[in-house]
């Protein structure tokens, strides 16, 4: 959680405590990997302890390792089978991966994210989740996850030629070439 995001303790609490017994239930699924992506360790340290805390043998969540680039994250997140995140620049790894998601939301443009890229039923409100709606939601995109890659996969090239387009606008916002030089893209 941001500090900046002004919550109260016992929310946060909640949060937690759903987040760590669906971390539990869905240790019955497959391996679960946790991708440190704060900058600051002692945040990713603290969800750790408490997502240990709650299996039974701790040793079921691989922990991988802190600062990777954005490449090696895209091809870890596309080993996987089900990504849950509260991390907007995961979710769109994932999507870029068409990696099936389920978001908790902690800032309304992880709902819209999720909303234009199909999964709106997989996202929910961090102030309100519980246990039980987490792992409602994790089931039903577990149960969906091959038709989700294939939507996923199926709507990637208009994601990618959003994304072109919103560079190009940044770059002209910025003074520079209205035309974007697309390297590594692959052709439209």
Not at 44 to 67: N, W, Y
């Amino acid at each position: 959680m941001k500090h900046t995001h002004h919550h109260e303790g016992q929310t946060e609490r909640r949060y937690h405590d759903a987040v760590a017994y669906a971390c539990a239930r869905a240790a019955k699924l497959g391996q679960l990997v946790y991708l440190p992506l704060h900058r600051e360790g002692r945040k990713d340290a603290a969800m750790l302890k408490i997502l240990r805390g709650s299996l039974p043998d701790p040793a079921a969540l691989r922990v991988l390792e802190q600062g990777l680039e954005a490449l090696q994250l895209l091809g870890i997140i596309g080993a996987c089978d089900l990504m849950v995140t509260s991390r907007l620049g995961s979710a769109i790894l994932a999507a870029v991966a068409a990696i099936p998601t389920v978001a908790v939301a902690v800032e309304p443009r992880m709902a819209d994210h999720m909303s234009a890229i199909g999964l709106g039923p997989y996202v929910l409100d961090w102030r309100g989740v519980t246990g039980e709606d987490l792992v409602s939601r994790v089931e039903a995109a577990w149960v969906e996850r091959v038709n989700t890659r294939r939507a996923l996969t199926a709507c990637a090239h208009e994601l990618r030629g959003l994304a072109w387009r919103n560079a190009e606008v940044v770059a002209a916002f910025f003074g520079g070439s209205h035309e974007v030089k697309r390297q590594h893209a692959a052709p439209a």
